[in-house]
């Protein structure tokens, strides 16, 4: 089975992939690439530390909190040395922003590239053996390389991302990315130690009837979100939430459907990181024919004021996410 667009079929493996895409990305010198085969090769290893946790005494809590004020569990932190370690190696990163590091890992290198990272999504499922993910953006430095990196390389807008993409540890793993041509998705087998190209050039149905969202918050929520929660119910829609962005965000990607995850008297700006969670999900999804908005406007376009700022999101299948936004106007 060919795609026409892509131009390979299913079962390519990722590196080849990779390679055969190298020269479409914009100041192709193979770096990119290589990032993106560092970011696959630390998903390898923070996969299987997963899939063993129970065995390997990677469960629960470190007893420390990370910079939002939450509990870090081993396989967090794990999951920070391995992307960072990985990424730090190579020289094509020279900056990283993770979930987990209060501030920026400014690496003193000449790489071209900042990467925002969380690097284990879905904490509260951890232990449970539910569905968890890695998720990642990849920035062009604008400084020229050599000198310092400076806040406006790390503080872009996510409409400036040159890549970006996820690993869902599930049922099976698989890593998913756009460099800005369509979305790809890549099943890990594990047996062989690669990834192959299951999902080619990815879209996401314009329409859907799967509504995901912390429901246990609808006194928390604005109007306008428990107005659009009553017509969701009213159109029959059916609820699916797993408490893991990525995983809701993945099932609704292939079936259709909208995550909401908006501001609350809780969270007022929303509990989701704009740099390492809400961007990287946004560029994927408007490049399989999607949307992603704050609500009231696009999420790609906030320019950051803070690594770990947080915005509302509502992203899914575009008619859905106009349609909830419709309740804002
Ligand atoms: P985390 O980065 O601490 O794991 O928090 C992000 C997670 C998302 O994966 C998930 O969609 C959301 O928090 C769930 O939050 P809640 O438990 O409030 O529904
Ligand atoms: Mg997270």
Redesign the pocket.
């Known amino acids: 089975m060919e795609d026409s667009r892509i131009g390979l079929p299913i079962g390519t493996a990722l590196d080849r992939f990779i390679k055969r895409f190298q020269d479409d990305f914009p100041y192709a010198t193979g770096e990119l690439s290589q990032l993106l085969r560092d970011i696959a090769l630390a998903g390898k290893v923070v996969n299987r530390e997963v899939n063993k946790a129970g065995l390997i005494n990677l469960s629960g809590s470190i007893g420390s909190d990370n910079i939002?004020g939450?509990d870090q569990q081993k396989l967090d932190v794990l999951a920070n040395i391995r992307f960072i370690r990985a990424l730090t190696k190579g020289g094509e990163a020279c900056a990283i922003v993770s979930?987990e590091d209060e501030k920026i890992t400014d690496l003193h290198n000449n790489g071209k590239y900042i990467i925002a990272i969380?690097p284990?999504?879905?904490?509260?499922?951890i232990d449970v053996n539910v569905s968890i993910?890695t998720i990642f953006s990849i920035f062009r430095r604008l400084s020229p390389v050599g000198s310092p990196v400076t806040e406006d390389d790390v503080l872009q807008p996510g409409s400036s991302q040159v890549a970006a993409g996820y690993l869902l540890y599930g049922s099976s793993t698989i890593l998913v990315y756009t460099t800005g041509n369509g979305v790809n998705g890549f099943t890990y087998d594990a047996t062989l130690g690669e990834y192959f190209l299951s999902h080619q050039d990815m879209k996401i149905p314009d329409n859907g009837k799967i509504y995901s969202i912390?429901e246990a918050?609808t006194d928390d929520f604005t109007k306008p979100v428990n107005q659009y929660l009553d017509h969701c119910k009213k159109s029959n829609y059916t609820a699916r939430?797993?408490?893991?962005?990525?995983a809701?965000f993945h099932r609704n990607l292939l079936k259709g459907g909208i995550?909401i995850?908006p501001s609350s008297k809780r969270y007022p700006e929303g509990?989701?990181?704009l740099m390492y969670?809400c961007n990287a999900l946004a560029f994927v999804v408007e490049q399989a024919g999607g949307k992603a908005s704050t609500g009231s406007s696009r999420v790609m376009d906030i320019v950051p004021k803070d690594v770990h700022q947080r915005c509302p999101l509502y992203i899914g299948s575009k008619s859905l996410v106009e349609r909830a936004e419709s309740f804002y106007d």
Do not use: H, M, P, W
């Open positions: 939002q939450e979930e969380d284990l999504d879905g904490s509260s499922n993910g912390n918050s939430y797993i408490g893991s962005l990525v809701d995550y995850y509990k989701l990181r969670e």
